[in-house]
């Protein structure tokens, strides 16, 4: 696989995570950019071709995560506003939730739970998709998802949602 190919394939959906995860788009737009280029020097290190957009999403969420470190701030992932909110309380009423909301719940979580439900929720990973991505085991993803999940339950019935 070529750069130009993988960006034509993966743009919009690298451009799409780094904006979950930084939450501007100009945060979005350098870390794609960052992404795309460290790519273009490591692409010799791609071996199977069809994991290329997990592979670029591990570099973004890797930059990502640098950043923060770097600069010692915790930043705010961000929902697309567009996106239906998954039914996280397994009620009728949670459709009342909208993703202002939502965003401004999953900005409070710690990274690694917010990290985990936005692969699940937002992403779509399965268990091991996600376990790949984060380099831990799955087990690990099951229990940060299952304590993800509860604190933000326990926010959201803080702030007067089911």
Do not use: C
């Not at 799409?16 to 273009?40: I, K, P, V």
């Not at 998954?86 to 009342?96: G, H, I």
């Not at 929720?121 to 996600?130: A, D, K, T």
């Amino acid at each position: 696989m070529d750069i130009s190919a993988l960006v034509e394939q993966n743009y919009e959906a690298a451009y799409r995570f780094a904006y979950r995860l930084s939450g501007t788009a100009h945060e979005a737009e350098d870390l794609t950019q960052q992404a795309f280029l460290d790519a273009q020097r490591k692409l010799d290190t791609l071996r199977e071709s069809d994991k290329a957009r997990a592979w670029l999403f591990m570099i973004i969420r890797n930059l990502h995560r640098r950043r923060l470190r770097d600069r010692g701030v915790h930043r705010e992932v961000a929902v697309d506003p567009s996106f239906d909110v998954p039914d996280l309380t397994a009620t009728a009423e949670a459709t009342t939730l909208n993703s202002d909301s939502l965003q401004q719940v999953l900005n409070e979580l710690p990274a690694e739970f917010r990290d985990v439900l936005v692969l699940f929720y937002f992403r779509e990973l399965s268990y091991r998709e996600i376990a790949e991505r984060l380099d831990v085991p799955i087990g690990t993803v099951m229990s940060r998802l299952s304590r993800g999940k509860q604190q933000l339950r326990g926010r959201l019935s803080l702030d007067g949602f089911p």
